[in-house]
């Protein structure tokens, strides 16, 4: 199979590596944005997960295979966003796209936080859901603890 990617003049080429529930929100998203998207999985059947109204193209195959990126264009590729649940794949493929093939922009998905410093200093930028939901639930408990105070401090 070989795929054509006609891309429009300014429109950024964005491949998504794992077509799980994060790889297809945002394949969905980006497309929905009027992007130019590929996901690959190698799951067919994980395609499923995308909108009807996804207008991108979706690859089988696997995504630490250099044929299977080859065939999904990388090197027209402006960003790639790998985000299977394998942190070894993700970085595999994200150590691929930057060092063969010089992709600007390269986010990789790490589950385990003591990795995600070590990739930075490759040029990868690396989104950990531990660290991000740590974050998130903290900033919460502080916005309730500050909310929780104000009808007592106001009753006082
Ligand atoms: P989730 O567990 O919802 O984050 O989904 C992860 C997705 O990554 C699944 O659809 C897997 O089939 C896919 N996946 C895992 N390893 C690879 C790989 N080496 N190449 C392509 N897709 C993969």
Redesign the pocket.
Known sequence: MHLLIAKKPDDKYTIV???????ANLANTLSDEGGNVLI????KD?FRKLSPSFGGLTLT????DIDILQEAQISKADTLVA????DN?NIMAAQIARELFQIKRVIARLYDPERECVYREFGIATICPAILSANEIDKILSEAGISDNDPEEEGQ
């Open positions: 590596i794992g077509c799980g529930r994060l790889g690959i999985d190698r799951d994980a195959g696997d995504a630490t985000v299977t649940n394998s794949t």
